[in-house]
């Protein structure tokens, strides 16, 4: 099978007109998902080789008890810890590599929006499954989970861990609603960089409203724009979010978080923004804020958005009882300043 799909993948990169089509044994048993780019996925049971090219998908699959499953990762993927052991196939959905994929055979690739349809036809075309999912957007967390657990025959497990993230989204929910859209906290989320932001329909306002509070982006026409200092202050935000973004997989350290904070809350033209007069800026790891953790991410914007709400809500300690109920680990990095 493994020469088969190599001899394929050459055949395909000779001929590209030459499109040949994998059926499954007949009578196997398989689920059909649907995923993000609503598509209908038909994933033939057992699953027993995976590659992940999702930091976040590869999470969900080892909280759901099949990490051991996981034959090739992109190489943010490195928690839980085990997955460093894992063959690296590339550094995303973006770029991999496609033979390497195919001589690991796997019976199913999981991928984010990153993924080119090229890549997807040309994996889908030898056989292979292809999920693509958005992980990013908390929304479609619990969905994800579900979706998952179907695929990997692990509906008990995916309803627990599906359940929890469920139950913390219900609280913020049933405390935050009877304030209305004009009573939520006005909020700046910055991104990837100074004064990059997000508009509605990304996930990024997805998390500041899940969260109870919101964004003074919402209206803007792009959907991640990076606005001027000037467009902020007229804004007046009541909170300031940085995210602190990683693409490694690295860990932060509260000194890095604290750089961040100190050079958000130091800009002279923010000076006078309620956030900053009232010391509400905050810097939140990007790690919490896709994929299983969101619901940390949502918690901690929660907190900071109504403190009064949310006085006796602890994220950490909600974190730490996640990754040790399902992952079996302690916590041990910093996800949150101050």
Aim: contains cysteine; hydrophobic residues 40%; glycine residues 6%.
């Amino acid at each position: 099978m493994n020469n088969n799909k190599r001899m394929i993948f050459l055949i395909l990169l000779l001929f590209p007109s030459f499109f040949l089509i994998f059926m499954p044994g007949c009578g196997a048993e398989a689920v059909t998902i649907v995923d993000y780019t609503e598509r209908h996925v038909e994933v033939p049971l057992p699953v027993e080789r995976i590659v992940s090219l999702s930091s976040s998908a590869s999470e969900i699959v080892c909280a759901l008890g099949a990490g051991d499953l996981i034959v090739g990762r992109g190489e943010s993927s490195v928690f839980p810890p085990r997955l460093e052991e894992v063959t690296v196939v590339g550094k995303s959905s973006r770029t991999f590599d496609l033979e390497l994929i195919l001589e690991l055979c796997p019976d199913l690739v999981i991928a984010d929006t990153m993924l080119s349809e090229d890549d997807r036809k040309m994996m889908e075309s030898v056989g292979i499954p292809v999920l693509e999912e958005s992980f990013v957007d908390p929304s479609r967390v619990t969905a994800v989970v579900r979706d998952l657990g179907l695929v990997l025959e692990a509906q008990d497990r995916s309803d627990d861990l599906a359940g929890f993230i469920e139950g913390y989204q219900d609280i913020i929910w049933d405390a935050t609603a009877v304030f209305g859209e004009n009573g939520m906290p006005l909020v700046f989320l910055e991104r990837e960089w100074t004064y990059h932001t997000a508009s509605a329909g990304t996930s990024s306002h997805n998390l500041v409203a899940m969260a109870g509070g919101k964004n003074i982006a919402a209206e803007e026409s792009i959907e991640y724009p990076t606005v001027s200092p000037e467009w902020v202050v007229e804004r007046d935000p009541e909170v300031i979010v940085r995210l602190a973004w990683t693409t490694t997989g690295e860990p932060f350290s509260e000194d890095e978080l604290k750089g961040t904070w100190d050079e958000i809350v130091s800009r002279p033209e923010l000076s006078n923004t309620r956030a900053v007069r009232d010391g509400r800026v905050h810097v939140l790891s990007s790690k919490t804020n896709s994929g299983l953790r969101s619901i940390v991410g949502e918690l901690y914007l929660a907190k900071w958005f109504h403190p009064q709400l949310f006085e006796d809500l602890d994220p950490e300690k909600v974190h730490e009882d996640l990754i040790r109920e399902f992952y079996g680990l302690d916590l041990e990095e910093v996800y949150a300043y101050p």
